[in-house]
């Protein structure tokens, strides 16, 4: 186990691999170390279409397909435009095999993780209770209910609070109420939601996946449940699914169409009620342009409007220094003289150089760097040691013209 | 084994080819004209090459010839492989095979003479479309002798000179030229990710200049620009069946050894 505490560091800050999961606890993966600093104009510009409600926005990367930091922005987002039983910000990583129906689950299974659907049934239950008043079913009781029970239980010990014997009743009349507050929620689907949440509200998602009735499918499921929130006092929604370039890319020509037309089913039932961010590079771009994709970029063309463009960082400026101070302040043991001691600034520059500005590749050569440096006890370690040990710094023989270049281009 | 005998039946067709351009002797010893050719410099060997393939090959200098009568000095040919005969008689050069056809295009592409890309306007009616990227005038055409210019070569064919001048634009030109020519094909979305090759078709037949001329111009453009941001990113390589194209298509790579795949441009505020 490498010691970094010589360093005033409690572990290497740095990823081996920069591959990003919103889930895990690492802070080194899961995008809490964010550099704003460096994405400025990304952040505002994604900022202020998400203000605007655009329907879809792309996050593309300007340069590069991988590792410029597009799906680290939209997961920085992600995080503050939560407003607790208000707005709602699930977050999908997408996978290669996953289709436009796969996406309606997901987005689905993410609110009742959360318990975001738990919520909407508790105040649509207040809701029917009040406009339909009786003995067994009143305000207090039901206030209670969800006081004690903030997150779905397992199981809904119903009787201990409401004199209710039959939650199926209960469950076909909250549904036909649900359709007549609002008839674009499905009738069958309101009751479904109502006797899984009277009855076993955690597993809701395990009796969703397999709900089905005849001329309904996945995504018209989804556009009730975006209904039943409204009902239930969601106001908005920012769906973020990173990867998508992952689920474009292995669709076939042929399947090019079939894939944008249920896209945008999803956008037209999103209308008015949600947000979709994606992740796009430029392969997945330019297959979305085929024409046989017209369904999608029709309503929500790949434009100025609808895109943002992340960039690379500046391999001239102090990008790299600022990216790896955000990394280096969250691990420092005690405060060290250099914010990013014991890597000399010229040497981080240099690494930000040889990787085109790539934010991935940066963060893993600045790792390997780094432990390279603990395990030689090389403190500070500097330019003219790279220079010299060059290939076991930077995994590379040092190639004379490239070097030249970057001490030109940081005079 | 079968690349051992490729390379070898290379060997020899570059030795004959060698020996039938004067740049080596019979006992495969350097000529004069060979050991000038290899210590200049690359615009001169480019010169040197022009002048002897149209002195000792004459289907070369027919094909030029075709070129430079045609109306902007752009032929369109029809992909009808195996064919020769109605290849022929659209070049009008006798015994024009399409083996021929294709061996004197690649060797004018690289000398930067023609420049072509591959067209279907129609489904099942493609077309390589071929345009002169120099242009050749005769000296008993213009009557007096001016003199051979930096980036132009005089050629000595019997009765008549021709004086090659190599199109090369200002970066002025070419960068109003990408600019336009990308929003075309963008359908006036900056920033979209368009192929390299597909925008240096484009651009290269605009200004009627070769392929190296805007790989140097756009990797220039790339390295800064006042006025527009130019940026290669990568990705998947366009899918061509036919191998010419496929090598035609082929982008310059990055110092980190990656195709430029995709180009993206915007104007600078």
Same mark, same amino acid.
């Not at chain 1, 240099?350 to 940066?362: A, D, P, S, W």
């Not at chain 2, 790339?222 to 620009?225: A, E, F, K, Q, V």
């Given at each position: 186990?490498?010691?970094?505490q ?78 607790d ?33 738990w ?27 969800l ?11 119903l ?60 995504i ?8 039943v ?71 929500a063309?790949?434009d ?31 405060h ?32 390997a ?5 603990a ?33 030109t281009?940081?005079? | ?15 004959? /080819? ?12 350097? +000529? ?7 210590? *200049? ?72 003479? &023609? ?23 005769t000296?008993?055409?213009r ?21 090659? +001048?190599?199109? *090369? ?43 190296? &001329? ?7 453009l /790339?390295?800064?620009?006042d ?12 899918? +061509? ?23 993206? /441009?915007?104007?600078?505020?």
């Open positions: 186990m490498t010691d970094y010589g360093f005033y560091l409690r572990e290497n800050p740095f990823p081996e691999v920069a591959t990003l999961d919103p889930g895990s606890p690492d802070p080194k993966v899961n995008g809490e170390i964010f550099c704003e600093e460096i994405v400025g104009d990304e952040m505002r510009d994604i900022t202020e279409k998400m203000n605007r409600r655009v329907n879809v926005i792309y996050v593309a990367g300007l340069e590069f397909d991988k590792g410029v930091g597009k799906s680290a922005l939209i997961a920085h987002q992600w995080r503050p435009f939560a407003k039983g208000i707005i709602t910000t699930p977050y999908i990583r997408c996978k290669s095999r996953n289709k436009p129906d796969d996406f309606c689950d997901l987005v689905v299974r993410e609110w009742a993780k959360q318990g975001t659907l919520k909407a049934f508790g105040r649509l239950l207040e809701r029917y209770a009040s406009e339909n008043p009786s003995p067994s079913l009143t305000s207090e009781a039901i206030q209670l209910m006081k004690t029970f903030q997150r779905p239980p397992e199981t809904l010990p009787s201990r609070f409401l004199h209710i014997t039959k939650p199926l009743s209960l469950s076909r009349s909250l549904g036909e109420w649900m359709n007549l507050k609002e008839p674009r929620v499905d009738g069958k689907l309101g009751e479904f939601f109502s006797e899984r949440n009277l009855t076993h509200p955690e597993a809701f998602f395990d009796g969703y996946v397999k709900f089905k009735f005849p001329g309904v499918d996945r018209d499921l989804y556009k009730s449940i975006l209904h929130l409204r009902l239930g006092g969601y106001q908005y929604h920012y769906l973020f699914l990173d990867q998508f370039e992952d689920s474009v890319m292995p669709v076939s020509p042929a399947g090019i169409a079939g894939f944008c037309l249920g896209m945008r089913r999803i956008i037209e039932a999103s209308q008015g009620l949600a947000t979709i961010l994606v992740t796009l590079h430029p392969d997945s771009e330019t297959k979305l342009d085929l024409p046989a994709g017209g369904d999608l970029v029709k309503i063309p790949v100025d409007i609808h895109r943002v463009d992340v960039g690379v960082l500046e391999q001239a400026g102090d990008d790299a220094i600022a990216l790896a101070k955000s990394y280096f302040g969250r691990y420092r043991t005690q060290a003289a250099e914010p990013t001691y014991p890597l000399a600034a010229d040497v981080i520059r240099y690494i930000c150089f040889l990787e085109g500005g790539n934010v991935r590749r940066t963060l893993q050569k600045l790792h760097v780094l432990r390279h440096a395990e030689q006890n090389v403190h500070p370690l500097t330019m003219e040691y790279v220079k010299s040990n060059h290939r076991e710094t930077m995994g590379t023989e040092l190639q004379p013209d490239l070097l030249q270049r970057f001490e281009s940081s005079k | 084994m079968k690349t051992l005998e490729e390379a070898g039946r290379l060997t020899a067709f570059t030795r004959t /080819m060698a020996k039938q351009l004067g740049l080596i002797r019979g006992d495969l010893t350097l +000529s004069y004209e060979g050991e000038v050719y290899l210590s *200049t410099d690359a615009k001169s060997r480019n010169r040197i090459l022009v002048t002897r393939m149209l002195q000792t090959y004459t289907r070369f200098q027919e094909f030029l010839k075709v070129l430079r009568n045609r109306e902007a000095g752009e032929l369109h040919v029809p992909v009808e492989k195996g064919q020769s005969v109605t290849l022929e008689k659209y070049m009008g050069i006798p015994g024009l095979s399409w083996i021929y056809f294709e061996t004197i295009l690649d060797l004018a592409t690289q000398l930067k003479l &023609v420049n072509w890309y591959a067209e279907t306007p129609k489904p099942r009616n493609k077309l390589w479309v071929v345009y002169l990227v120099c242009s050749i005038a000296k008993n055409i009557g007096s002798d001016n003199g051979s210019r930096p980036d132009s070569v005089d050629v000595s064919l019997g009765n008549e000179t021709w004086n090659i +001048s190599f199109n *090369t634009p200002t970066r002025e030109q070419f960068s109003q030229a990408i600019w336009q020519d990308y929003l075309e094909l963008t359908k006036y979305v900056a920033r979209k990710p368009i192929f390299y090759s597909t925008l240096r078709n484009k651009v290269c037949h605009s200004l009627r200049m070769a392929d190296s &001329v805007f790989d140097t111009y756009a990797l220039n /790339m390295s800064g620009d006025k527009f941001r130019l940026v290669g990113a990568g990705g998947t390589l366009q899918f +061509s069946r036919d191998s010419a194209s496929m090598l035609k298509s082929l982008p310059p790579k990055t110092d980190r050894g990656e195709y430029i795949v995709y180009l993206k /441009m915007d104007k600078r505020n």
